[in-house]
């Protein structure tokens, strides 16, 4: 588990000025990495400062970086993804982060003020995000106990939670050719789907639209095909944390579930946020994993750490927005439709992963694992459409009296997130967010 260093200290302040806005996501707390291009020009690696783009390469060739271990971790910068960042030695990568740290401090903080490192800040608004890393592969968890009795009470309203789920994390294969950046569109999908009162199948529009608040992380170092990864030793490998929605087809995925899972309701996209907020500046948001009741069983001893248990988990708030084409028209802001936590997850992330690896499945850096819908215990964490409106039963009421079952086209969904802890500076993760299409016209 990464320690808190001086990189977190509350006092400091950068003279970048836009990122000692209290509202800002990007404080000198957190240094972000992402993949950025400006009109034109070849993605490259930079940090998040506020509302600029500290673009490392720019800070390795002007010469602004000392320390052998900043150098190395710089160089692994030199690329159009995070991969050979996120494959570099751990303790590079912080020394990369305790210099950038230093280099964007303002003067009173002990750093050097703006002079020479001007010149290598973007402004964000000239700037194009992109996936982060070339995602090898993509596998989608179920860590919420209140999300899978909540979907597992409509599907099998009296068996709503199978009995495996409080010993095993279950996860399925996602896709990683349909990941997307934040900003970009989804298409409404077609695909099959039986309604009730229906003899055969049809194909079509989904009508059933949604999407999954969850929570991503990044593989870091990965492991040989057929060596697990001890839970002990499941951290070092998470790289950091993104956003992640995973839109899906209620319909189609009803239809389609039994017996292998998720299949093309859920491959047809999935949103990222673009920006990576590394588990070492996450230390201070760790929490205890979720506690398991008397009537609850243990870990299995490969799921099972007092590391894990004192802090594996983390401290992220979850928000769900939604903007519906007439509210941008009316120059509405978007409407919370719910707020969720990482924290109630039943599994951590270093339990998702060591199981992951637990058979001797190789992860590769820059594999992207993600958390499951976060849901907690209130109606109004519900972290899906499917959950939060009981299949449509309770449709959310937007303020302008409109009101949503599922996702129509022309909406918007915004997801962001954030951690705080007294005593510290909050650190936000940017938006993931992406406007749904009309489905593809078809020529039958
Ligand atoms: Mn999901």
């Known amino acids: 588990m990464a320690a808190i260093n001086e990189t977190h200290d509350p006092a400091l ?46 800070c390795l060739e002007a010469n602004l970086l000392e320390s052998d271990a900043a150098f190395a971790a710089a160089e692994a910068c030199r690329s159009t993804t995070l991969n050979a960042l996120m494959a570099a030695d751990r303790l590079s990568v912080s ?4 210099e950038l740290s230093r280099l964007l401090r ?37 860590a919420s106990i209140d999300h899978a009795t909540n979907i597992g009470k409509m599907f099998r309203p009296d068996n709503p939670l199978l009995p495996n789920y409080r010993h095993v994390p279950i996860g399925y294969h996602g896709r990683a050719s349909s990941i997307v950046a934040s900003g970009a569109s989804v298409r409404r999908p077609l695909g099959q789907t039986k309604p009730a009162d229906a003899e055969t199948p049809v194909f079509g529009p989904t009508k059933l639209l949604d999407y ?18 001890p839970i002990a030793r499941a951290e070092d ?37 673009p920006w990576v907020v590394t588990a070492e500046a996450l230390a201070p948001f760790r929490v205890p994993a979720r506690a398991r009741g008397a009537d609850e069983p243990a870990p299995l001893p490969y799921l099972f750490s007092p590391g894990n248990e004192e802090e594996g988990g983390l401290a ?51 594999d992207l694992l993600a958390s499951g819908t976060v849901s907690g215990s209130s109606e109004d964490s519900r972290g899906c459409l499917m959950e939060r409106t009981s299949r449509g039963a309770n449709p959310v009421a937007l303020p302008n009296g409109e009101e ?16 705080r802890r007294i005593g510290f500076v909050t650190i936000g993760f940017g938006e993931c967010r992406g406007i749904v299409e009309p489905a593809v016209e078809r020529s039958h």
């Open 212 to 229: 999954e608040a969850e929570v991503g992380f990044f593989v870091a170092g990965g492991n040989r095909r057929g060596e697990p990864i």
């Open 13 to 58: 302040r950068s003279w970048v000025e836009s990122a000692n806005d209290p509202a800002t996501d990007f404080p000198i707390q957190n240094l972000p990495f992402g993949v950025f291009s400006r009109a034109g020009g070849e993605p490259r690696v930079g940090v998040a400062i506020g509302d600029q783009i500290l673009d490392v390469t720019a």
């Open 106 to 142: 303002d003067e009173e903080s002990g750093g050097p003020g703006a002079r020479a490192t001007a010149a290598v800040l973007v402004p964000m608004a000239e700037a194009r995000m992109h996936v982060p890393a070339d995602i090898g592969d993509y596998t989608d968890f179920y």
């Open 316 to 366: 992220l708030t979850l928000d769900v927005l939604l903007l519906t084409e007439r509210m941008r028209a009316e120059s509405a802001e978007p409407f919370r439709v719910s707020r969720g936590s990482l924290a109630d997850m039943y599994w951590t992330p270093a339990q998702m992963l060591a199981h992951h690896a637990s058979n001797g499945c190789n992860l590769r850096p820059g």
């Open 404 to 419: 949503r079952r599922f996702l129509q086209d022309g909406d918007e969904v915004v997801m962001r997130g954030c951690c």
């Open 237 to 273: 490998h998470i790289f950091g944390f993104c956003l992640v929605n995973d839109w899906s087809a209620r319909d189609i995925q009803a239809w389609e579930y039994q017996p292998l899972g998720p299949f093309l309701a859920k491959n047809f996209a999935t949103t990222v946020s």
């Open 95 to 98: 020394g990369l982060r305790l």
